[in-house]
């Protein structure tokens, strides 16, 4: 199994770095505030990084808010060369019902253009729950624009028991962003929870 490092402390970090660990994965838990990380680390038996050094894991995942993935990926800079870097955020407006950047963008190319050449960015994870993520066995729609990042990130999602499903391209991450939104949409409206996720049935017949 490979190395994964998880940027941040909150649900979702601690989430995707607990499921990891079960997967048989080695994880380094990373965030700006050190005592949160290695408090969460101990908790989930990871190792704690120091914020700004390159990270251990073959693939980094930045589980932070959306206004704060693009300025991380510009402060690690060339310690991410070589990585693969998967954003999972959603940048939805302060009502969250549009996102907080023009369609014709995501975070996830935003990143892209400030990382180094030979890391390569992709979306997953991001339409979510992290409940749902922690409990259930959601499909996981992965977009990037290098077929063998997103195959070790679909390696890595097989090994943690769920279902990743290629969309295409890195420009593919802003539907999933918007994915994201409809998600919010369901859980305030025609669902009315957030016990559920978005996925794929297949019809044969």
Known sequence: MGSITVIGTGNMARTLAGLAIRGGHTVEVMGRDQAKADDLAARLGATAGKWGEAPTGDIVITALLAAAVVPTVAEF??????????????????TFDGLAHDAETSVAQQAADVAPADTAVVKAFN??????????????FVAGDSTEAKAGVAAFVESIGLRPLDVGGLRMATWLE???????????????????ALGVAEFTG
């Open 127 to 140: 339409t979510i729950f992290s409940g749902v993520l922690e409990n259930g066995r959601p499909d996981v």
């Open 178 to 196: 918007g994915m994201g939104l409809v998600a919010v949409g369901l859980a305030g409206h025609g669902v009315g929870h957030g016990n559920f």
């Open 77 to 94: 800079g060339d310690a991410l060369a070589g990585k693969v870097v998967v954003d999972i955020s959603n940048p939805f407006n302060a």
